[in-house]
């Protein structure tokens, strides 16, 4: 069975500084990987995805995640955070058949100024 | 504008009595989706749709049914059965074989 876990339910940062969100998974198949985001009282969004062209993924507003195998990691990061970036994240896990998605428990993102 | 409409948005309920949620989406997508939120357990499955008139359970199935007749419609009902059904609810649809999922925004769902 394929699964994800977010290390860290609650990420602080100051406004303008690194925002790095944890994603391990676990897989018996190649994965295909998902970064999505929800406001509150909305649905998700997605962000970014990995299919298994390049490891590192660029979304927009400066996401970024790379994916490592040797660390079944998927970790989204964005080099300065601003306020509009408060929001709930979700990782994601599918297999190839892309049949359902596993998502994650999520981390709650707060931006301070 | 496409998308996928969920309604409604808050229902109450009382104990013991059956209550349908509505989706529908208008991205002719093939896959459709239903997934319950509680805090700090992420999303769940409950069900899904690959195609029409055939579904299969997620990993939290028991005390909901779903039927898929139309592309466009994919209502869930929370049963009687279902012992703790207070929780927000999310449909979604995809395109068949992306994993791209386009979220409604939710239902609340309490039940009193």
């Known amino acids: 069975a394929q699964s994800v876990t977010q290390l860290g339910s609650h990420v602080s940062v100051s406004e303008g500084a690194l925002v790095l969100l944890r994603c391990n998974y676990s897989?018996?198949?190649?994965?295909?990987l998902f970064w999505y985001v929800q406001y509150p009282n909305q649905g998700l969004q997605l962000l970014l995805k990995y299919t298994s062209a390049a490891t590192l993924v660029k979304g927009i507003n400066g996401l970024e995640a790379e994916f490592k195998k040797s660390e079944t990691s998927f970790h989204l990061t964005k080099p300065s955070a601003h306020m509009s970036d408060a929001a709930e994240y979700f990782c994601a896990v599918s297999d190839k058949g892309f049949q359902k998605l596993v998502f994650g428990t999520g981390t709650r993102l707060l931006v301070s100024p | 504008d496409g998308g996928i409409t969920q309604s409604p948005k808050y229902l109450f309920r009382k104990e013991g009595q059956n209550v349908t949620l509505s989706c529908e989406q208008n991205?002719?997508?093939?896959?459709m989706y239903w997934y319950r939120q509680d805090p700090g357990q992420g999303l769940r499955l409950i069900y899904y749709s690959q195609i029409v008139n055939d579904f299969q359970k997620g990993d939290i199935a028991e005390g909901y049914s779903v039927s898929r007749e139309k592309k466009e419609s994919f209502p869930l009902t929370v049963t009687s059965a279902q012992k703790n059904p207070t929780a927000f609810y999310l449909c979604a649809s995809s395109p068949t074989r992306t994993g791209e999922l386009f979220f409604g925004e939710g239902s609340r769902l309490t039940v009193l």
């Open positions: 991205l002719n997508h093939d896959a």
């Open positions: 897989s018996s198949v190649p994965p295909y």
